[in-house]
């Protein structure tokens, strides 16, 4: 249960308010426009060859890196925090969390996502099953992908794409918070007054406010 604010955000008049909201909105456009101008530079980056074999197992036993597209052009890579025997990230389960059906709608535009982690299958399967995801999740043998392609001991997402013959080529790498996109539930959060209540925030004198990952929970947790 929530504690009761002591703070409010101030009260207008609803012609100040749609003057203030109007003055926003402007700026709200122009991070949207700048933000598919750097889609479209993404989209422009050069690639790299993918050289070394990986090798990973999944659900259906020993799997290599070109059969993760799962015979799709386009293949989406997120290293996640779980090692054998450890506790789940909560960061990484929020990932987690937010992908559901978004997947059916990926594999539409002939792109593939799947999670890798250290952990071994029959830990990765229990998580899977205690929290309700689905999404194809693959062990990653001593983190040989992880520390290959940016992720190391944290967590990492990467973008390959394949050629007509079965080559396959880096496009895309981010971490930390480059994989916000995926947390619906910091999207949400930020159209709030109080926002995600994080301490880094900029928030007016007063608002609730906790570090960092102190709040964050398994959803079964909360």
């Not at 009260?11 to 456009?29: F, G, H, S, Y």
């Not at 090692?83 to 002939?110: F, K, W, Y």
């Not at 880096?170 to 926002?195: A, M, Q």
């Not at 929970?217 to 909360?222: A, F, Q, S, T």
Request: glycine residues 6%; hydrophobic residues 35%.
């Amino acid at each position: 249960m929530s504690s009761q604010p002591t703070t409010f955000p101030r009260i207008a008049t609803q012609d100040e308010w749609e003057r203030a909201r109007e003055a926003l909105l402007a700026k709200e456009k122009a991070a949207t426009r700048a933000q598919d101008a750097l889609a479209a530079e993404r989209r422009r980056l050069p690639m790299v060859p993918v050289e070394g074999d990986y090798r990973f197992t999944g659900p259906e036993g020993e799997v290599s890196l070109l059969d993760l597209f799962q015979g799709r052009r386009q293949l989406i890579v997120y290293c996640a925090m779980l090692e054998p025997g450890a506790t789940p990230c909560q960061g990484c389960s929020m990932v987690m969390d937010n992908i559901g059906d978004n997947l059916v709608h990926v594999r539409a535009r002939d792109t593939t996502f799947v999670f890798t982690s250290p952990a071994p299958q029959a830990e990765i399967r229990a998580l899977q099953t205690r929290m309700g995801w689905d999404a194809p999740w693959y062990t990653d043998h001593d983190r040989r992908f992880a520390d290959a392609f940016g992720a190391g001991t944290c967590f990492a997402l990467n973008v390959f794409i394949r050629d007509d013959d079965q080559r396959l080529y880096r496009t895309y790498f981010t971490n930390n918070r480059g994989v916000e996109l995926f947390d619906t539930n910091f999207r949400l959060l930020d159209l709030t007054p109080y926002g995600r209540q994080e301490t880094w925030e900029d928030s007016p004198e007063g608002w609730p406010q906790t570090a960092p990952y102190e709040w964050w929970r398994m959803h079964d947790e909360y």
